[in-house]
């Protein structure tokens, strides 16, 4: 019996083999083995299979001499794998297989003995829990760093004016530390979803077996208490055939490449040479073979692209799953392709954002020149007449025929004379020009989450204080 590496023929079977007197064809067996998409569950399945054999004995199922060879056989091939001499043998049928098979190689008849009340169909799911638990507070600390490199240019910026758009239209000026905590905050939300999606994710599915739970008095509540879930699933039929915390995952991970598409869009453009807001560091970005001037904002723009790709993980998820007749069918083992892909994808992409962002330089004097155009300053003239006792509708229309003037003489608000200010309105006094410079603008928008110097270190701190209170022991 083989202690390291190759696992020998008999063992090696599929572990269903029994019912058939042929084995599959060999093109059948490469269609439908799934070892080289799910062996980064392998020390999931063994965590779980630990358990169950713990379970198993508790229960007198099987004895405590059986249990303890099970548990000592596992524990030395999740060693065994951690220091490289044991690899995976790409021929089993699924990372299940290989365990059972390389544990039985080990150990002997105990070794078949570790599959006694479940099925792959329970055992999946719960691997598949087991390795999201261990991945959400991954990504939720990557999510972290993220929000802390933000915070951190907000605190440099907090008076650095830069123009607020809509339509992609000037608007109103804000300022860099208010706009890249806009950011922040869709962060912390995404960052929220995950923490609430652990809630659902753990639920223990082990003991639920193919679909009908076990004939064996298995004792769901003690392995679900071993492995940390906070209970069992109340039905095993949907226990085995749900992929809601698969499909949640994914969705909660797309919303997190949406966010960070949405920003590297404003990067894109902000590092043209029309806005020129934002210079990326050298290391992150790239050049062009044929034009020698070229600096271009490639990871941006990758991180963009691949936006696409996670939602169509999401998609693919959600139309595997739209047809299928309770329990499980085949069709589910092609979860974990798109759900792992949707997991290293983005965990990437906010890695890299945060290393762009991170080494990025912002130039102020054009980010502040920008607020001088597009006639920003419009509304300020409104709230000025409201503060007076004017309505706001009039109070519009006064500012509107005042950008109407100052368009057909090709000017800003504040270049017009005092005298064409008050032909709109005899409110307007000379004061008007210190309510509606750039940063009088943004100082007097304090309102909770506004602009204004002291609401955004509000923010700031608010953010600060959830980065340092939630980071995860991994």
């Known amino acids: 019996m083989s202690q390291h590496g190759t696992i020998t023929k008999d063992n090696h079977a599929a572990l269903w083999h029994g019912r058939f007197q042929e084995g599959p064809d060999a093109a059948a067996v490469a269609f439908e083995t799934s070892i080289h998409v ?4 392998a020390m999931d399945d063994i965590t779980g299979s630990i358990a169950h054999a713990k379970m198993l004995s508790h229960a007198g199922i099987i004895s405590a001499q059986d249990a303890d060879s099970i548990i000592k056989g596992l524990e030395s091939i999740k060693s065994d794998l951690e220091n490289g001499s044991l690899s995976i043998d790409y021929s089993a049928e699924d990372i299940h297989s290989f365990i059972e098979a390389t544990l039985t190689d080990r150990i002997g008849e105990a070794g078949k003995k570790v599959h006694t009340g479940r099925s792959r169909n329970d055992q999946i799911a719960l691997d598949e829990r087991l390795y999201l638990r261990r991945f959400i507070p991954d990504i939720q600390n990557t999510i972290l760093t993220l929000i802390d490199a933000l915070v951190q240019i907000a605190r440099e910026n907090t008076k650095t004016l830069i123009p607020g758009f809509t339509h ?37 599915p082990i003991g639920s077996c193919a679909l009908a739970g076990s004939g064996l008095p298995l004792d769901r509540a003690y392995e679900a208490d071993l492995l940390g879930f906070d209970e069992v699933s109340p039905n095993s039929l949907d226990s085995v055939s749900d992929r809601d915390y698969c499909i949640e995952t994914a969705s909660n991970l797309s919303l997190i490449q949406m966010h960070l598409s949405r920003a590297c869009e404003e990067i894109v453009l902000w590092s043209t040479t029309e806005f020129a807001f934002v210079e990326l ?25 691949r936006t696409g790709k996670v939602y169509g993980d999401l998609f693919a998820l959600m139309t595997m799953m739209k047809a299928l007749p309770l329990a499980y069918d085949r069709d589910m083992q092609e979860d974990k392709e798109p759900l792992f892909d949707a997991c290293d994808t983005v965990l990437s992409c906010l890695k890299v954002f945060t290393y762009m962002i991170s080494s990025a330089s912002w130039n102020k004097d054009n980010m502040e020149n920008a607020c001088s155009g597009g006639y920003l300053n419009a509304t300020d003239i409104a709230d000025y007449l409201v503060r007076k006792g004017m309505s706001f509708r009039t109070a519009h229309g006064v500012s509107a025929k005042a950008v109407r003037i100052a368009i057909e003489r090709k000017c800003e608000l504040d270049d017009l004379p005092l005298e064409v200010f008050k032909e709109c309105s005899e409110l307007i006094d000379e004061d008007i020009y210190s309510f509606i410079t750039p940063l009088a603008c943004v100082q007097a928008r304090k309102t909770a989450g506004g602009p204004a110097e002291e609401k955004v270190k509000e923010q700031i701190e608010r953010l600060s204080d959830f980065c340092k209170k939630n980071v995860k022991a991994l």
């Open 281 to 305: 560091s050298e290391k992150w970005a790239t050049g062009s073979s044929i034009m020698p001037q070229k600096k271009n904002p490639d990871f941006a723009e990758l991180i963009r692209g």
């Open 168 to 204: 992609m239209q000037h608007a109103q000026p804000v300022t860099l530390a208010h706009h890249v905590c806009a950011w922040a905050w869709m962060l912390y939300r995404d960052w929220t979803r995950l923490e609430d999606s652990l809630k659902r994710i753990n639920v223990s």
């Open 38 to 41: 799910d062996e980064r569950m």
